[in-house]
């Protein structure tokens, strides 16, 4: 079975823009979530989707923004980039079903540098 | 807001040396338990978990790890490192989600590092 893939793998952005990353989950899971990683905070969550809604929310302003389709692939948006963004943004997906809880299994990330 | 403490920051070994890696959380209800790895160049991987029941878990590669509830740990143990075993350990928990789902808080993270 083929792990979670996310694209793209790296870019690189300018101050200001807005940026779109991609996931696509390992087939049969239903929820995706978003972590961001950088040396100085480590992994901090930024938000979770399953059936196309957002379900939980970390900290994050509001320019951090995602979205799930109906075959539970996800995108999340970046918008009015800041130096501050520049991060290896991971996805992660898990099974989600009945109710139980499933480990999540992660992406290998997008490294996005902001110039 | 709970909270995850990975107590060594940076661990060098020899190998066939034995390992524990501390992992404390601060949320008092149920949880969920994780350890992940990161080898050199690789993504997040899964060690082991802990859901529920036996709080002994045994993960990939000769890894496991302690639930302890009343001391709010999880500490990960190998009895023999190899020089393979270096990377990155993360121990991450999910925990008090109203209305279920993922929204994992990581450590900060353990760099391990095994000599020949």
């Known amino acids: 079975k083929a792990g979670v893939t996310q694209t793209p793998r790296y870019l690189i952005k300018t101050r200001g823009q807005q940026v779109t990353l991609s996931c696509s989950p390992i087939?049969?899971?239903?929820?995706v979530s978003w972590y961001q990683q950088t040396p100085g905070q480590g992994l901090q969550f930024l938000f979770e989707?399953?059936?196309?809604?957002?379900?939980n929310k970390g900290n994050f302003p509001g320019r951090f923004s995602g979205r799930q389709f109906s075959n539970s692939r996800s995108e999340m948006n970046v918008s009015t980039l800041e130096l501050g963004d520049s991060a290896l943004y991971l996805c992660?997906?898990?099974?989600?079903?009945?109710?139980?809880?499933?480990?999540?299994?992660f992406g290998p990330g997008t490294r996005l540098t902001v110039t | 807001a709970q909270s995850v403490s990975q107590h060594n920051h940076h661990v060098i070994l020899s190998e066939a040396a034995s390992l524990e890696l501390g992992c404390n959380y601060s949320?008092?209800?149920?949880?969920?338990l994780f350890w992940y790895v990161q080898y050199p160049g690789q993504h997040l991987q899964l060690l082991l978990k802990?859901?529920?029941?036996?709080?002994l878990v045994k993960g990939i590669k000769g890894f496991e790890a302690e639930f302890i509830k009343s001391k709010f740990s999880f500490n990960l143990r190998k009895p023999s490192v190899q020089w393979s075993d270096t990377a990155e350990y993360f121990c991450?928990?999910?925990?008090?989600?109203?209305?279920?789902?993922?929204?994992?808080?990581f450590g900060t993270g353990t760099q391990l590092k095994v000599e020949l």
């Open positions: 992660a997906s898990s099974l989600d079903s009945g109710g139980l809880s499933y480990e999540q299994y």
């Open positions: 087939s049969g899971h239903r929820s």
């Open positions: 989707y399953f059936s196309e809604t957002q379900r």
């Open positions: 949320y008092g209800g149920t949880v969920n």
């Open positions: 802990y859901f529920s029941g036996d709080p």
């Open positions: 991450a928990v999910n925990a008090g989600i109203t209305g279920g789902g993922n929204k994992l808080t």
